[in-house]
């Protein structure tokens, strides 16, 4: 008989392993309507519908008469309101009680994007391989390969999709000033803040060589092709490509990988390239978790925990956790809550709330690990050709280049 195992009863219910346990003394017992399954002189609850409904009725009423000594009532801070739209919250509160996690863009807002800055600076600091020197050796190790792919093209318009610091293109730019083909530079982020610093970077490299624009979207499911129609309707639209920068290996971080290179893909015409760095996966990869702007503090890095902080969730409330799901292929970090907390969100007229138990988890970061052949494989499931690929030296950094696969290429 299938049964549920003491640690899904706690993830799916957010209860204690001392809460399963008491189901299960209530059942033998008979004050439960339970149905148990014995094996190895373990006993678990069965996996029934009917067992399922009891379950679901067991662990609201324990929220209904849990002690208050150890639930916390909870409200965000004021500059929470201001940093995030209501329609960003109303996706914070939905994540939270559908997915039990915080979409990782929202860290990027405001103060995070100077987290996000300091982190980078740090790794632009180290003597050892990481996923910006990379992205950087890559870059410039493919540098001939780039232009004979961008050959025959008198304009380029780069359009660099999740900007960051703007540090991991500067050579790239400089080239393509160079060769007096950059067209417009188009950074696009969820957080103005990342946008301003990527401006100054730029404008402190190239002064007014590099014609900047910044846009404020959503990677995750907003297009880009709306900025780029003029250029694709004048005289020079045959002689224009478009450089699609997605570096860093962004899209790992969402819950589904190519549901983000959809939008990409929507957004570039047959003349179009998509340059995309990651870190595929390898044993090392699957053991970091440093994200600090210092090096080797063993705690939530500022940019996990920024978020936690607006919403009043404080450290003495959770446990970090980080650890790499076999299972999943997935490498974690994630907080598990020491008391229950009702967290509720404020929207003038209305309130929301969102309840989580004590032992549930929340989680801060995902990166699902591939190898470069499985990497390389997702883009074709969307729809992209492969033109180039590389991997840096000691095989930790993978950079792909590719095109839309059309009808005519697909026949070939």
């Not at 946008?195 to 907003?222: C, M, P, Q, T």
């Not at 997935?330 to 209305?350: N, Q």
């Amino acid at each position: 008989m299938q049964h549920f195992k003491h640690s899904e009863l706690t993830d799916i219910y957010h209860v204690s392993l001392k809460t399963v346990h008491n189901w299960i003394d209530a059942a033998k017992q008979g004050k439960v309507a339970l149905k148990l399954h014995k094996t190895d002189n373990r006993t678990y609850i069965a996996n029934t519908p009917e067992n399922i409904l009891v379950l679901k009725q067991l662990s609201e009423k324990g929220k209904k008469y849990r002690n208050t000594l150890y639930h916390k009532i909870i409200r965000p801070k004021p500059e929470f309101y201001d940093i995030y739209s209501r329609r960003q919250i109303l996706d914070i509160i939905t994540s939270l009680n559908v997915h039990g996690e915080i979409p990782r863009q929202y860290n990027y807002l405001k103060d995070g994007a100077i987290n996000w800055d300091n982190w980078l600076k740090r790794l632009a600091q180290e003597e050892s391989s990481n996923i910006l020197k990379g992205t950087v050796e890559l870059i410039r190790s493919n540098m001939a390969a780039i232009d004979k792919l961008l050959e025959g093209s008198k304009r380029v318009n780069v359009i660099d999709l999740g900007v960051g610091n703007a540090y991991p293109i500067k050579e790239l730019l400089g080239h393509l000033i160079d060769k007096q083909i950059l067209h417009r530079y188009i950074a696009i982020d969820i957080s103005p803040s990342m946008i301003s610093v990527a401006k100054r970077n730029l404008i402190e490299w190239y002064g007014d060589k590099v014609n900047f624009e910044g846009y404020v979207r959503d990677i995750s499911y907003e297009r880009f092709d709306d900025l780029l129609v003029d250029d694709m309707l004048d005289d020079d639209a045959r002689e224009t490509t478009n450089l699609i920068l997605l570096l860093g290996g962004t899209p790992v971080n969402f819950r589904s990988f190519n549901d983000v290179l959809k939008p990409v893909y929507g957004s570039m015409s047959d003349n179009d390239l998509l340059m995309y760095t990651d870190k595929p996966d390898t044993e090392a990869a699957r053991r970091y978790f440093d994200f600090n702007s210092t090096s080797g503090l063993n705690k939530l890095s500022p940019s996990h925990q920024y978020i936690l902080g607006l919403m009043n969730i404080d450290e003495s409330l959770y446990d970090v956790e980080m650890g790499f799901d076999s299972v999943q292929g997935m490498r974690y970090i994630r907080v598990r809550l020491r008391s229950a907390i009702t967290i509720k969100f404020d929207f003038g007229k209305a309130e929301r709330t969102v309840d989580l138990e004590k032992g549930a988890t929340i989680l801060l970061l995902r990166v699902w690990h591939m190898t470069a052949l499985e990497l390389i494989s997702e883009f074709g499931k969307v729809g992209f050709a492969l033109l180039q690929s590389s991997l840096t030296k000691d095989r930790q950094y993978l950079l792909s280049i590719s095109g839309v696969e059309t009808k005519a290429s697909a026949n070939l």
